[in-house]
């Protein structure tokens, strides 16, 4: 059954997952009688198969329809589209006709998944090669891409895992750091670089701070994966515990992507994986000091948008409620908002990320030089002048810089503003540029007033009000002080309470969430336009950059009732598209060109996070039509595209072109494949799966047949904002070249 996330659990209520009605070859027309076979009377008896030599028919579809040469079958090839196979029960003797983009493909991949398994000669169910989309791509992640992109760091899965598509460095060798005092995972890793020599590991174990700015720097001709939490089994061997990376140029656990990923497991009934990445996270802050953006040596000095308390509630809600599970259960969820905890004080409630003249926090990490990770030339435009400047070429500045032989203010603020935008997840985006330091954003503040109440709530509700922060999982620490005012941070920070010298209570996290919404109301909300802004702490200012950020605090439940009625009475217009929910305003984001492009986090763009994170929201507040809206534009784009392009499920898209071919500075990710999609990408995987729990039947189906959202909107009258289509609608739909009349 498919699971509604709702608050901080999953609603039970939810419509069950139907098969939907099969897509007809062309989009938005009425069904009509698909081609009969040669060798059959007009009403087939039986399923239909087909008898089929595997690489041969592979060789005909590529010669005769992928006329691009990219091993993919796709509306843009100028291919016949078409293709007689032969029938299993005439011995191929007799044929029937594969017609259009979507069973051709489909053929294509169910060939190369045939291939791949050894087969030279088959039977296909024409089934797989008609079916319906939504089910097809529902079923393929499933049973498919979540374990494609599964992961784990032992010795079986290492070789899959040490390799990075990031590493531009000179040295290629496999490396994994150890925290400090994990010495039993030390010596299970140096054991295992001596038994399987071919892997040419090298293990290193890290200082006992491993965040140091000038180490995390020394590190960045040396990278290498950071270990993570492992099992031990009955036998007191060691055993990696999964987790799933998300795809593609990202082959490492990330932080708030698996957020995203676990939602999209739960629904899929994985809650044992899902469990498995809250594992990691609570080892990350135990021996990093911080849940990773990412898990290279390289992210060190680096988190992301926390999301640990409401990951760990999703997943405790729907735990097995056996009466002699419960206590593991309560176990396992007392350590995990253990480690929410010690990350609030030690990371977003500590100096710098915290500024204490406003009560509100920022991204704002350490490290010291350029960002090793990027693209070789992602920089270039930036550097060149001050290689000019020394009458150097870039590479020559690049490595003086980083060794600290040069010294340049003004690079090393930039850089302090690169790091903090992509701590925020949101890397690149002209809302952050060269101030994301500074700025205590909307989508944070939301973030920490949703722990702040997730833990308050969890004392209250389920620990007894009390709960011990266990030194022996944790460490000890400081707890940053309470009131949260300017003397109490001046204070020496020796002098500021230790983790072990009293038990928590919901009284002073609720406190912290009340203390919290009333500076987002103080700092962030403007009445006069309906929307909540990120607040500039060196100006002392809101920037009015439109961000859709600013709908999490529907999500979190920070708004009032009557704020919400503004957000989505004249603000939600703002962000919505043709294809979902855009990042921030056109206007906003300012003209683009050759001197200024475009960044992936601006408008046109649209991503699976802040989908989710409306969705969910706009539910909470009772506008549950505005969030089944919302999420049928977000899966049309995603069907249609599945549909028209080989089954791709990329990483982002243009919601405004309803297209995955971006034109930003990274591209896209999850588009680069030969025959058949293996893994789509992780949190978009993740976004499909969520947003099917919000459709009705018939929603479903209209998506099944790709009907376009206006076209649907207006045939159902769902909402009557959906239906008057304003002129920026008309005219990206002329731009499409979709039919206006049709919703006009």
Not at 114 to 138: C, F, Q, Y
Not at 291 to 310: E, H
Not at 564 to 581: C, D, I, P, Q, T
Request: charged fraction near 25%; aromatic fraction near 10%; proline fraction near 6%.
């Amino acid at each position: 059954m498919a699971q509604r996330l709702h608050r901080a659990s999953f609603s039970a209520d939810a419509p069950t997952r139907t098969s939907s009605l099969p897509r007809d070859d062309v989009i938005d027309q009425p069904l009509r009688a698909r081609r009969l076979s040669h060798d059959l009377p007009p009403v087939a008896s039986g399923p239909r198969r087909f008898l089929v030599d595997v690489d041969e028919t592979i060789r005909i579809v590529l010669s005769q329809e992928d006329t691009d040469g990219d091993f993919q079958i796709s509306v843009v090839d100028t291919g016949p589209k078409f293709l007689p196979l032969g029938t299993a029960t005439s011995n191929g003797f007799k044929t029937f006709d594969i017609r259009g983009t979507y069973m051709l493909s489909n053929l294509l991949q169910e060939l190369a998944l045939a291939r791949d398994n050894g087969r030279k000669r088959i039977v296909l169910d024409e089934a797989r090669l008609t079916e319906n989309p939504v089910s097809r791509l529902s079923r393929l992640i499933t049973s498919s891409f979540w374990n494609a992109l599964t992961r784990r760091i032992d010795g079986d899965g290492l070789e899959v895992i040490v390799a990075d598509p990031k590493n531009r460095s000179r040295h290629l060798i496999p490396r994994i750091y150890i925290p400090h005092t994990e010495t039993k995972l030390l010596s299970y890793y140096e054991e295992i670089a001596v038994s399987k020599p071919h892997l040419k590991l090298e293990v290193v174990r890290l200082p006992p701070i491993p965040d140091d700015p000038d180490f995390v720097k020394s590190l960045n001709d040396k990278p290498g994966l950071l270990a993570l939490a492992m099992e031990e089994l009955p036998d007191g061997s060691l055993k990696g515990i999964p987790f799933v990376v998300p795809g593609a140029r990202f082959n490492e656990l990330y932080n708030w992507d698996s957020y995203f990923i676990a939602l999209g497991l739960l629904v899929d009934g994985q809650i044992s994986m899902a469990k498995s990445l809250v594992e990691h996270f609570i080892f990350e802050i135990k021996h990093y000091g911080k849940i990773l953006n990412g898990s290279r040596s390289y992210y060190l000095c680096r988190t992301q948008p926390p999301f640990l308390t409401d990951m760990s509630l999703q997943i405790y809600n729907q735990l097995d409620r056996s009466i002699d599970l419960q206590a593991s259960n309560i176990s396992w969820l007392k350590r995990a908002i253990g480690a929410a905890i010690k990350e609030y004080h030690t990371v977003w409630l500590s100096e710098p990320r915290f500024h204490p003249e406003t009560g509100l926090s920022r991204y704002r990490p350490a490290g010291k030089g350029i960002p090793p990770e990027t693209e070789a030339s992602h920089f270039t435009h930036i550097l060149e002048p001050y290689a000019k400047k020394r009458g150097m070429s870039v590479l020559e500045f690049s490595e003086a810089y980083n060794d600290g032989t040069l010294e340049e203010p003004e690079l090393d603020l930039y850089f302090l503003h690169d790091r903090a935008v992509r701590e925020s997840g949101h890397d690149t985006s002209y809302r952050l540029e060269k101030r994301c330091a500074d700025l205590a954003t909307i989508d944070l503040q939301c973030l920490l007033y949703k722990y702040e109440m997730d833990i308050g709530t969890a004392i209250r509700e389920l620990f007894d009000d009390e709960l011990d922060l266990d030194s022996d999982n944790l460490g000890e620490f400081r707890l940053a002080p309470w009131p949260a005012t300017v003397e109490g941070y001046k204070a020496p920070h020796d002098s500021w309470r230790l983790s072990t010298s009293s038990k928590q209570t919901s009284q002073e996290w609720l406190e912290r969430a009340a203390w919290r919404k009333a500076n987002i109301d103080k700092y962030l909300y403007n009445p006069s336009k309906n929307l909540f802004f990120d607040y500039d702490t060196n100006l002392n200012q809101q920037s009015l950059y439109e961000s859709v950020t600013a709908l999490w605090t529907l999500w979190a439940g920070c708004a009032s009732d009557s704020q919400a009625e503004s957000l989505v009475n004249h603000s939600l217009r703002k962000f919505e598209e043709l294809g979902g929910l855009v990042s921030g305003t056109e206007e906003s984001r300012g003209t683009v060109g050759l001197d200024r492009p475009n960044r992936q986090w601006d408008y046109p763009y649209a991503w699976p996070p802040h989908q989710i994170m409306a969705w969910v929201g706009l539910e909470r507040y009772g506008y549950l039509e505005d969030a089944q809206r919302l999420a049928y534009r977000w899966l049309y784009m995603m069907t249609t595209a599945f549909v028209d392009f080989n089954g791709v499920v990329p990483e982002k898209f243009d919601a405004v072109k309803l297209s995955h071919l971006v034109d930003a500075e990274y591209g896209n990710q999850g588009v680069d494949f030969k025959y058949v999609p293996r893994e789509g990408f992780g949190w978009m995987n993740a976004s499909y799966q969520v947003g099917l729990s919000f459709l009705t039947v018939h929603m479903r189906r209209a998506v099944a047949a790709c009907t376009s959202p206006e076209v649907f909107f207006k045939s159902t009258g769902l909402s009557a904002k959906a239906a008057n289509l304003d002129d920026a609608v008309v005219a990206a739909m002329e731009k499409l070249e979709m039919p206006i009349e049709a919703v006009t």
